[in-house]
């Protein structure tokens, strides 16, 4: 049971990475922009925000290349 949570938060990572860096508007929308009005987001926190989405799709990769061939 534990490995198949550890393999859903792993495609979770990854699919939240993808997403933050094709979609960093909608990323940054869901994360922040509840707190404003009419903010548009700058162009450096819309490149950190595709870095932040780079880096927690290759923790999912890791992740889950770890889950599956490491010895239960």
Do not use: H, N, Q
């Not at 997403?19 to 509840?34: H, T, V």
């Amino acid at each position: 049971m534990d490995t198949i949570l550890s393999i859903l938060l792993a495609f979770f990572c990854i699919g939240f990475g993808l997403f933050s860096f094709f979609l960093p508007e909608d990323a940054i929308s869901l994360e922040s922009r509840w707190k404003y009005d009419r903010a548009d987001p700058s162009d450096k926190y819309i490149r950190l925000t595709r870095i932040e989405g780079v880096l927690a799709a290759l923790a999912g990769v890791v992740l889950l290349v770890l889950f599956l061939f490491s010895p239960a």
